[in-house]
């Protein structure tokens, strides 16, 4: 099988996880009808710093990041448009798992585990705010509500392309920075989860 063949049927592939995603959360998305605005995120893969940029739907630059070259360290800090400092992540390795941190600019500390991942649930608790996921995070199509069950934010990835973009409609403009920090920080666990199932198959072959 060529590259090409390869390519089409990996694209063919992440389609069908998308779909399937996407209508494993339907139900509360069309709930919640029109959103206040959406933003969008892109990870520049070139950047040895791993920046991801998070613009509005002009394409204007809203957020982006800038991390350590050390990635086993797994710091980063949330700027946004005008380089003001928005919050710092960073991962840190507890007994056999791993915990990813988010400290936000006005104090608030959010805990997200790598146990998120080991089954797709309906539900998922976020330390630390109140907020649940609904949906499916590795599929990353998903829903953010707050702790009285209102929608904060959906969050969903649609096409397979060089970079990675993420769809995030916004139902609370208040809570806009720590949305972008959550999608940003799972996006990072995600990549490393990735590299190390890669890292396991290799050393399998």
């Known amino acids: 099988m060529d ?8 694209s063919e592939a992440v389609d069908d996880v998308n779909d399937a995603a996407e209508d494993f959360g339907k139900s509360t998305v069309e709930d919640f009808g029109e959103p206040a605005y959406s933003l969008y995120t892109s990870l520049e893969l070139a950047d040895m710093h791993h920046r991801i940029d998070v613009m509005d739907a002009d394409g204007k630059l809203k957020y982006y990041t800038k991390s350590d070259i050390i990635l086993l360290q797994g710091k980063t800090d949330l700027f946004d448009a ?9 991962k840190r390795p507890i007994s056999l798992h ?9 104090g608030r500390n959010i805990t997200l585990s790598t146990e998120l991942f080991h089954i797709v649930q ?19 199509a998903f829903n953010l509500v707050d702790e009285h069950g209102n929608p904060v934010a959906t969050i969903s990835r649609k096409a397979l392309s060089i970079h990675d973009k993420y769809k995030i409609d916004m139902y609370q403009p ?20 990735r590299l190390n199932e890669t890292a396991n198959n290799s050393s399998n072959d």
Not at 3 to 10: E, G, P, V
Not at 82 to 90: I, K, P, R, W
Not at 98 to 106: G, L, N, S, V, Y
């Open 98 to 106: 791993q915990k990813h941190f988010i400290t936000m600019k006005d």
């Open 174 to 193: 208040e809570e806009e920075a720590v949305v972008v920090a959550i999608v940003i920080q799972l996006e990072k666990m995600l990549e490393q989860r």
């Open 3 to 10: 590259f090409f063949s390869q390519l089409k049927k990996l």
């Open 122 to 140: 309906d539900v998922t608790n976020i330390e630390g705010l109140g907020w649940q996921i609904r949906g499916n995070i590795v599929g990353l």
């Open 82 to 90: 005008e380089g003001n400092y928005v919050a710092h992540l960073e």
